[in-house]
């Protein structure tokens, strides 16, 4: 009897102290959150190893304190636990963002460079959004890409910088869907349909036209998502340079510009953790397996699958092959800094 006291007695301790879960949960969430709460640590160790600065560049502590307390929890709501993924994340970040300099893709240009140079410890955004404004004749009309109607619009925002108009339409279905409780948040759509003029279905692409975003509109309100429509897709361009900024004050009603930079990475990492291509490389610490992740998040091409001939010993010319090698030792410095902490 004193016995069944004692155990009566030490479950509502328990319960006091942790609540109603079990313990082998909270252990599991302790680990997890163990596993995380250095990654500013390690991120800021790989920074600097990779640009050899010996105190971290304004330009890229700004970034970095802008996004390292929603980086560490969404690490853990996306499930990156294991230190190589985590490394692989980390590589593709840092180059995807030039080390942290930018959250939205633009022109080294005399704005952006001033930008760089300021003294101030957090990134003036309205100069910010200005710098971006002027790059966007560059994107329309000069771009190499621009004629195939990627322009502005739809450059690369976010740390893993989104492009192309059903990457966007992909993480904001999610993001309404997660924000309404529905079972597709799980899912990764990028695939979305309309009707044409002469009412055949077509599929989004790359860029999509005003008349096209409305009508994602209503096929988002038509299944009840209240997150997307109008402004997030109506007035696409002005509210995605807004989501863009790395400053924890901007965004929207709907979604702060914090949440958008760092989930709409994480987003796009959980479709190369869904890819029967990728995930098993996600795990593994090999040349293939960065080349492997770096086609995941960059685009499948040739020189990729070619990544045995490429010397990263030397200096490379080409703009993929550098892109490997640049990420192949983010990759490798990443994983140093994770495992030594």
Request: with cysteine; hydrophobic share 30%; glycine share 6%.
């Given at each position: 009897?004193?016995?069944?006291?004692g155990?009566?007695?030490?479950?509502?301790?328990?319960?006091?102290?942790?609540?109603?879960?079990?313990?082998?949960?909270?252990?599991?969430?302790?680990?997890?959150?163990?596993q995380?709460?250095?990654?500013?640590?390690?991120?800021?160790?790989?920074?600097?190893?990779?640009y050899?600065?010996?105190?971290?560049?304004?330009?890229?502590?700004?970034?970095?304190?802008?996004?390292?307390?929603?980086?560490?929890?969404?690490?853990?709501?996306?499930?990156?636990?294991?230190?190589?993924?985590?490394?692989?994340?980390?590589?593709?970040?840092?180059?995807?963002?030039?080390?942290?300099?930018?959250?939205?893709?633009?022109?080294?240009?005399?704005?952006?460079?001033?930008?760089?140079?300021?003294?101030?410890?957090k990134?003036?955004?309205?100069?910010?959004?200005?710098?971006?404004?002027?790059?966007?004749?560059?994107?329309d009309?000069?771009?190499?890409?621009?004629?195939?109607?990627?322009?502005?619009?739809?450059?690369?925002?976010?740390?893993?910088?989104?492009?192309?108009?059903?990457?966007?339409?992909?993480?904001?279905?999610?993001?309404?869907?997660?924000?309404?409780?529905?079972?597709?948040?799980?899912?990764?759509?990028?695939?979305?349909?309309?009707?044409?003029?002469?009412?055949?279905?077509?599929?989004?692409?790359?860029?999509?036209?005003?008349?096209?975003?409305?009508?994602m509109?209503?096929?988002?309100?038509?299944?009840?998502?209240?997150?997307?429509?109008?402004?997030?897709?109506?007035?696409?361009?002005?509210?995605?340079?807004?989501l863009?900024?790395?400053?924890?004050?901007?965004?929207?009603?709907?979604?702060?510009?914090?949440?958008?930079?760092?989930?709409?990475?994480?987003?796009?990492?959980?479709?190369?953790?869904?890819?029967?291509?990728?995930?098993?490389?996600?795990?593994?610490?090999?040349?293939?397996?960065?080349?492997?992740?770096?086609?995941?998040?960059?685009?499948?091409?040739?020189?990729?699958?070619?990544?045995?001939?490429?010397?990263?010993?030397?200096?490379?010319?080409g703009?993929?092959?550098?892109?490997?090698?640049?990420?192949?030792?983010?990759?490798?410095?990443?994983?140093?800094?994770?495992?030594?902490?």
């Open positions: 009897m004193n016995s069944f006291k155990l009566f007695i030490y479950t509502l301790i328990s319960i006091f102290i942790f609540g109603c879960q079990p313990q082998e949960e909270l252990e599991k969430e302790e680990t997890n959150r163990d995380v709460t250095s990654m500013g640590a390690a991120l800021s160790c790989s920074l600097k190893a990779i050899g600065e010996d105190k971290l560049s304004l330009r890229r502590l700004r970034t970095l304190r802008f996004i390292e307390d929603r980086l560490t929890q969404s690490m853990v709501d996306y499930g990156i636990q294991s230190k190589i993924e985590q490394a692989h994340y980390l590589s593709q970040l840092i180059h995807e963002s030039d080390g942290l300099s930018a959250t939205v893709e633009r022109v080294i240009g005399p704005s952006w460079r001033r930008l760089f140079g300021g003294s101030e410890e990134w003036n955004c309205d100069e910010y959004l200005g710098a971006v404004d002027e790059d966007d004749d560059f994107f009309n000069r771009y190499v890409f621009s004629k195939n109607s990627y322009k502005s619009k739809f450059r690369g925002r976010g740390l893993i910088q989104l492009t192309g108009c059903f990457n966007y339409l992909g993480f904001y279905y999610h993001r309404s869907s997660k924000t309404e409780g529905q079972l597709s948040a799980n899912s990764h759509k990028t695939f979305f349909t309309y009707k044409d003029d002469s009412n055949r279905t077509v599929q989004v692409g790359m860029f999509c036209s005003n008349e096209v975003l409305e009508k509109d209503g096929y988002f309100q038509g299944m009840g998502l209240e997150l997307s429509p109008f402004p997030l897709i109506s007035q696409f361009e002005v509210t995605s340079d807004e863009a900024l790395p400053c924890k004050d901007r965004g929207l009603r709907e979604m702060s510009s914090t949440e958008f930079v760092v989930d709409s990475s994480l987003w796009y990492w959980k479709k190369c953790q869904n890819s029967t291509k990728t995930r098993p490389f996600l795990k593994s610490s090999t040349p293939r397996a960065v080349a492997e992740v770096t086609q995941c998040v960059h685009g499948r091409h040739p020189t990729y699958d070619d990544f045995e001939k490429i010397d990263c010993r030397k200096s490379q010319s703009f993929r092959e550098n892109s490997y090698c640049k990420r192949l030792e983010a990759f490798e410095l990443a994983l140093n800094c994770l495992n030594s902490r």
